[in-house]
Each structure stands twice: as structure tokens, then as C-alpha cells.
């Protein structure tokens, strides 16, 4: 969206994750930590992202804004209630759900995918930045940074129509079908002549819709593909199992037989079907995704780890796979390791609480208690409604000796 406000914000709080600021540094370096509590003290990993996905048949570059869905709304509330199964939501799952494919298919958008930025917009529902829940802005709208919480719309109906008519604005020149609800639209039209109705893909919002955001369109996709996975129905499974018998198996396949499995719990025939599929096609991000997940869900970390090896050599910008690699070589105490991992997650999305906190884990596992200090204040910044930022954040401020009055 247009947010040039919030470009410079972006870009401090970048540079922010990647180096210690002075001012922080120097406020951690003069507390004292009371070293007895801090030895008996226990810091909460974040959770890995555990959820995998469809392979893309097509190519990210080539998938349109305007268009059908092809997942259904039964897909999208699942994919929800997965990933947050608290949203903070001023109506039901259901209805977001269903608000999305009315407003987004009147004008003529792919209403999945809106849906998706959505969900990366509120980080799937939490929040935890400037907008507040109450807001119903499920995009950012006016969130330009600097703490400045952006608009506020009076129902879901009318947060999803404002996103939506924003979306119109960036890709048609053809006015919203509806009332103009979204205050930042003529911002665009008038503004920006250079993207007004031009940006026809998702990965045409890189670096403009969000700032960096320079792998943003890729990301929305990527949930997107989480969301194709399919049912572990027996009938689902039947039809997965006679796609196989009855013609040449392809890598999609296997990896669609896969997901059932890994659905089902069934973790051992998952690991087979996704490796059929990467011997098949070895360059597919999304099964050595798939497959690395399942490594760890067998708890054979060192082959997860070479499963990522293998993926980030062929995306070096998958959000999951560094941040995922990094987790791994944190529960294997290689933190130095486990922080460059973090770092490069950083450089793909600059504002994650979760790898913030990662990073602070690791440095309070290797004793840097000021950094640790600093890396949690940071990621509480960041999102401070995150429970485990806000659980580590206590604790070790919990520790800190009391000045003596």
C-alpha cells in the first residue's frame, strides 16, 4: 500500500534486527542480572512453523490478483484455526471467511489470496503491532508506523470491502462496484499514477504494497499453497491412492498423498511419498519443505537440517526454511549457527517477533544475558500480544537486581 512513511520505519527496524542498536546495547550493559535466578531460569522457544503445502505448479510471477479462487472457504478456516486458534476477531472464523469471497469476487479478485494477505498482514488473526483488533482493518491501511494505529472501520464487512477496493486500486482502473469505504484509495489514483491499475500479479506488490517487502507477493503465496492441502478423508485418500496406480506418478502426486499422511500423523509413509517426490523433481522447494518437516516430526534433525541445506541453496529468500533450520540448530545448542540462520529470516521478513525472540533465546542459552535482554525488548516491540515474547520478556526481567535504595 502506499505507506512512504512507513518505508523509513521499516528500514530502521531492519537495520535494528540485524545489529544491536547502541541505545539498547548500552541501556542492557549497565543492568545487573541476578546470576542465581537467571541459571534457574527457563526461556520458551517460539513454535516452528509446522504447517506444509501444495507444490506450485505455477509460477509465482504468473499468478493474477484478479481471478477465481481455488481454495475453498472450508480450506481457509481450517488454515486459520491451525495456525491461531484464538483469532482476535470481531466476528466468526466463518464469517471473515465468507466476507472475503463476497467482497473480493464482486470485484472480480482472487478472494483466497486477499484472504492470505490478510493473514500475513495481522500475522493469521494475533496482531500485536499499531492496529488494534477493534479496528477491523485487516491490511495495514494508514498503519504508516511510528506507532500510528491507520484507519478504523465500522464492521468486518467494511474492513474486508476497504482492503479489497485497495487491492482494485493497485491492479483496475475500473472503480470499486461499491461505495467507496477505502479512505487511502484516491491516495493511489491520484498520487500514483505510476501503479494506479498497473499491478496486475502479486509479486507486482513487492516492495510496494509493504516496505521492504521485497519477497511480500512470494509470501502470500506460499500461505496460499499451505492452504491447498488437502482433506485426510478416506475418500480423499482413495482418490490420492488411484491417481498413483492408474498413471505415470508425478512429484504432486506423492506430495498430495504426503500431506494426507502427514495430516493422519502417519509420519513414516509422509517421508516416503516426499522423497518419491524431490527424486522426482529435486529442485522442488515444496516437498523438500514437506519433507524436512516430517524429518523433524520423526525427530531426525540432522537429515531436517540437510533437507533445508538443500532447499535454501535453491530459494534463499523461504522465510520457513531459515527460520525453521535456525530452531533446529538452537535445540542442537550450535547458537551461533542457530543466529546466522535467524539473521538471514530477518533479511526476508524484517519484523518477526518470533525469530527476534529466537535469537534472544539463543543468546540467554549462551550466557549473553545483555543481549538476550535486548533481543526480547526488541521482539516485545515488535508484537506485544506474542505470549512467549511477552513470558520471556518477564522472566528475565525477573531477574534483574533491584537497586538498593
Same mark, same amino acid.
Given at each position: 500500500?502506499?505507506?512512504?512513511?512507513?518505508?523509513?520505519?521499516?528500514?530502521?527496524?531492519?537495520?535494528?534486527?540485524?545489529?544491536?542498536?547502541?541505545?539498547?546495547?548500552?541501556?542492557?550493559?549497565?543492568?545487573?542480572?541476578?546470576?542465581?535466578?537467571?541459571?534457574?531460569?527457563?526461556?520458551?522457544?517460539?513454535?516452528?512453523?509446522?504447517?506444509?503445502?501444495?507444490?506450485?505448479?505455477?509460477?509465482?510471477?504468473?499468478?493474477?490478483?484478479?481471478?477465481?479462487?481455488?481454495?475453498?472457504?472450508?480450506?481457509?478456516?481450517?488454515?486459520?484455526?491451525?495456525?491461531?486458534?484464538?483469532?482476535?476477531?470481531?466476528?466468526?472464523?466463518?464469517?471473515?471467511?465468507?466476507?472475503?469471497?463476497?467482497?473480493?469476487?464482486?470485484?472480480?479478485?482472487?478472494?483466497?489470496?486477499?484472504?492470505?494477505?490478510?493473514?500475513?498482514?495481522?500475522?493469521?488473526?494475533?496482531?500485536?503491532?499499531?492496529?488494534?483488533?477493534?479496528?477491523?482493518?485487516?491490511?495495514?491501511?494508514?498503519?504508516?508506523?511510528?506507532?500510528?494505529?491507520?484507519?478504523?472501520?465500522?464492521?468486518?464487512?467494511?474492513?474486508?470491502?476497504?482492503?479489497?477496493?485497495?487491492?482494485?486500486?493497485?491492479?483496475?482502473?475500473?472503480?470499486?462496484?461499491?461505495?467507496?469505504?477505502?479512505?487511502?484509495?484516491?491516495?493511489?489514483?491520484?498520487?500514483?499514477?505510476?501503479?494506479?491499475?498497473?499491478?496486475?500479479?502479486?509479486?507486482?506488490?513487492?516492495?510496494?504494497?509493504?516496505?521492504?517487502?521485497?519477497?511480500?507477493?512470494?509470501?502470500?503465496?506460499?500461505?496460499?499453497?499451505?492452504?491447498?492441502?488437502?482433506?485426510?478423508?478416506?475418500?480423499?485418500?482413495?482418490?490420492?491412492?488411484?491417481?498413483?496406480?492408474?498413471?505415470?506418478?508425478?512429484?504432486?502426486?506423492?506430495?498430495?498423498?504426503?500431506?494426507?499422511?502427514?495430516?493422519?500423523? !502417519? #509420519?513414516?509413509? /509422509?517421508?516416503? +511419498? @516426499?522423497?518419491? $517426490?524431490? *527424486?522426482? =523433481? &529435486?529442485? %522442488?522447494?515444496?516437498?523438500?519443505?514437506?519433507?524436512?518437516?516430517?524429518?523433524?516430526?520423526?525427530?531426525?534433525?540432522?537429515?531436517?537440517?540437510?533437507?533445508?541445506?538443500?532447499?535454501?541453496?535453491?530459494?534463499?529468500?523461504?522465510?520457513?526454511?531459515?527460520?525453521?533450520?535456525?530452531?533446529?540448530?538452537?535445540?542442537?545448542? !550450535? #547458537?551461533?549457527? /542457530?543466529?546466522? +540462520? @535467524?539473521?538471514? $529470516?530477518? *533479511?526476508? =521478513? &524484517?519484523? %518477526?517477533?518470533?525469530?527476534?525472540?529466537?535469537?534472544?533465546?539463543?543468546?540467554?542459552?549462551?550466557?549473553?544475558?545483555?543481549?538476550?535482554?535486548?533481543?526480547?525488548?526488541?521482539?516485545?516491540?515488535?508484537?506485544?500480544?506474542?505470549?512467549?515474547?511477552?513470558?520471556?520478556?518477564?522472566?528475565?526481567?525477573?531477574?534483574?537486581?533491584?537497586?538498593?535504595?
Amino acid at each position: 500500500m502506499f505507506k512512504p512513511a512507513r518505508l523509513f520505519v521499516a528500514l530502521v527496524v531492519m537495520l535494528s534486527m540485524l545489529i544491536a542498536l547502541p541505545t539498547m546495547s548500552d541501556a542492557a550493559s549497565k543492568i545487573k542480572f541476578d546470576k542465581k535466578k537467571l541459571r534457574a531460569a527457563q526461556v520458551i522457544d517460539a513454535p516452528a512453523l509446522d504447517i506444509p503445502m501444495m507444490m506450485q505448479l505455477q509460477a509465482p510471477e504468473r499468478i493474477t490478483i484478479l481471478g477465481d479462487p481455488t481454495v475453498t472457504q472450508a480450506q481457509m478456516v481450517a488454515l486459520i484455526n491451525k495456525r491461531n486458534p484464538k483469532p482476535l476477531l470481531n466476528c466468526s472464523v466463518q464469517e471473515i471467511v465468507q466476507l472475503y469471497y463476497e467482497e473480493a469476487g464482486r470485484e472480480g479478485i482472487r478472494p483466497d489470496v486477499a484472504l492470505c494477505q490478510a493473514l500475513k498482514e495481522t500475522a493469521f488473526f494475533a496482531y500485536g503491532g499499531d492496529v488494534d483488533p477493534k479496528q477491523n482493518n485487516y491490511c495495514g491501511l494508514g498503519a504508516t508506523g511510528n506507532h500510528e494505529p491507520g484507519n478504523s472501520f465500522d464492521s468486518p464487512r467494511m474492513g474486508v470491502r476497504a482492503h479489497i477496493q485497495h487491492l482494485l486500486a493497485y491492479t483496475s482502473k475500473r472503480e470499486p462496484r461499491t461505495i467507496l469505504v477505502d479512505p487511502r484509495y484516491n491516495l493511489v489514483k491520484n498520487l500514483r499514477k505510476d501503479i494506479f491499475g498497473k499491478l496486475t500479479h502479486w509479486t507486482d506488490l513487492n516492495g510496494t504494497w509493504a516496505v521492504p517487502g521485497t519477497y511480500y507477493g512470494q509470501e502470500l503465496l506460499r500461505i496460499w499453497q499451505q492452504a491447498k492441502i488437502p482433506d485426510n478423508s478416506p475418500a480423499t485418500f482413495l482418490a490420492a491412492n488411484r491417481n498413483l496406480q492408474m498413471s505415470a506418478p508425478t512429484a504432486e502426486m506423492f506430495v498430495f498423498r504426503g500431506l494426507i499422511y502427514y495430516d493422519r500423523e !502417519d #509420519y513414516y509413509n /509422509a517421508q516416503a +511419498d @516426499f522423497d518419491s $517426490a524431490v *527424486v522426482l =523433481e &529435486p529442485d %522442488s522447494v515444496e516437498a523438500l519443505y514437506d519433507l524436512a518437516l516430517t524429518l523433524e516430526k520423526l525427530n531426525l534433525k540432522d537429515e531436517a537440517i540437510e533437507a533445508y541445506d538443500r532447499l535454501l541453496a535453491i530459494d534463499d529468500k523461504f522465510f520457513n526454511g531459515w527460520y525453521n533450520r535456525g530452531r533446529l540448530k538452537l535445540l542442537k545448542g !550450535d #547458537y551461533v549457527k /542457530a543466529i546466522e +540462520d @535467524f539473521n538471514q $529470516a530477518l *533479511v526476508v =521478513e &524484517p519484523i %518477526s517477533a518470533n525469530v527476534v525472540n529466537e535469537i534472544g533465546v539463543a543468546h540467554f542459552r549462551q550466557g549473553k544475558y545483555e543481549e538476550a535482554y535486548a533481543d526480547f525488548e526488541r521482539a516485545y516491540d515488535l508484537n506485544d500480544r506474542n505470549e512467549i515474547v511477552i513470558d520471556n520478556r518477564n522472566l528475565i526481567n525477573a531477574c534483574i537486581k533491584k537497586k538498593k535504595k
